[in-house]
C-alpha cells in the first residue's frame, strides 16, 4: 500500500478509548495499523475507558489496543484504587525510557553500568522525578478484589448504563442525545435551557442526591450521566430522572 503523505514532523497518533464526555471509543484497529504501516507510535488514552477491557460485553472494542505502544488507563476512575493513580503500559519500555530518562550527573550510574540493579527505574519511564509509590494502591485493590471483581464492578456500570437508556426511553419528559457510550449517557430534558440544567444540577448536589453535571453536545447543553460505581442503585437514577419533571 502507498504510504500516505505526512509531515515529517509527525511522530504519533493517539487515539481515546472512551472519550470524558461521551464514552465513545475511536476506531482503534484502523488508526493503529495506520499508525504501524507508517512507524508512527500509536498511543492509547483509555484514561478513562481502558477499564472497559474488563467487561465481557465491550472489551471487543477495545481489541485493537493489540497495535499501541503505549497506553494508559487510571485506576482511579473505574478499577477501584483510590486518586491518583495513572498506569502508564509501553509496548517496549527501553524505547521510552531513551527518550524519558532524566540526566543529571549524579543519575549517571542508573543509565551507563549494565547492571540488572539498575534495569527498572521508574523515573525513567515518564516525565517527572520524584513520585509517590502510586501503584501500591492499585496493587492493593487489586489484591483485595480480585480481577473477577473487576469484572463484574466494570460490567454493573456499563449495564447499569444500558437500563438508564431503557428508563429514558420510557420516559416522555427527557430523550437520548445519542446511543450510550460504555457507561456514560448523554440525554436532554426536552425543553430545557442551559440555565434550567444548571438549576437543576445544583439542586441534586444541594440535596446531596447525586453530583451530576450538565455538559455540551454538538453546542447544545445537555445532561450527562457517568456510571462508575458498582453499587450505584436503580432507584438514584430513577430519582434524578424524575427530578428533572417539572
Ligand atoms: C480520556 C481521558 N484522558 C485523560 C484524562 C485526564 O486524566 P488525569 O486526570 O488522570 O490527568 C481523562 C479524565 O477524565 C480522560 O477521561
Redesign the pocket.
Known sequence: MAADPHPETVIGVVA?S???NAGIVDDLEGLGSYANQRELWFHV?G???GAALFSPTHRDLLAGIRHADSFVV?PH?WLLAPL?C?ALIYRNPTVARKILAQQASYLDILHTEDDELYEWNPSDFAIHLSRRARGLPFWFSLVTNGTTNYETAIQSAIDLAQRTVALIESMDHVEMVRPSSLSIVLFRRKGWDAERYTQWSQQLLRDQVAFVTPTKWEGETVARLAFLHPDTPDEMVHQILESMRD
Open positions: 481515546t472512551g472519550t470524558t488514552d484514561a478513562y475507558g487510571d476512575k491518583d495513572a
